[in-house]
């Protein structure tokens, strides 16, 4: 049964810095590219941060770039999301997600596998 738990989420002050984590199982790992979304109340999910199965190729969203920093511990199962200088625009629910192919996960969003969420607060 394949599961992505996110874990790191809470409340964080403007400017601070938050690490999320995102545990996988019941799949191949190391042969999977993985990814970070997020949603806020009343928008659409949009895409944060995209990595390929070996960690050689990274993308980010716009909004994101130069602030936040994804990456994976193969031997861990796990792919990390380190966000820094949060804004209170990042507030929402940050969701981990697989593919068995990098387009999915960051050029058609549309991954295999999404784990349930973990909320980010970011308050002023």
């Known amino acids: 049964q394949v599961q992505l738990v996110e874990f790191g989420g809470g409340l964080v002050q403007v400017g601070g810095s938050l690490r999320l984590s995102c545990a996988a199982s019941?799949?191949?790992?190391?042969?999977?590219?993985m990814g970070w979304f997020r949603q806020a109340p009343g928008k659409e999910r949009e895409f944060v941060a995209g990595?390929?199965?070996?960690?050689?190729?990274?993308d980010y969203g716009d909004s994101v770039k130069g602030r936040f920093t994804i990456s994976r511990d193969n031997a861990k199962n796990t792919v990390y999301l380190q966000m820094n200088t949060l804004k209170s625009e990042d507030t929402a629910v940050y969701y981990c997600?697989?593919?068995?192919?990098?387009?999915?996960?960051?050029?058609?969003?549309?991954?295999?596998?999404w784990g349930q969420g973990t909320q980010v607060t970011v308050s002023s």
């Open positions: 990595i390929s199965w070996s960690g050689g190729t990274t």
């Open positions: 997600a697989a593919a068995d192919s990098y387009v999915k996960v960051a050029r058609t969003y549309e991954p295999n596998y």
């Open positions: 019941g799949f191949s790992f190391s042969t999977y590219h």
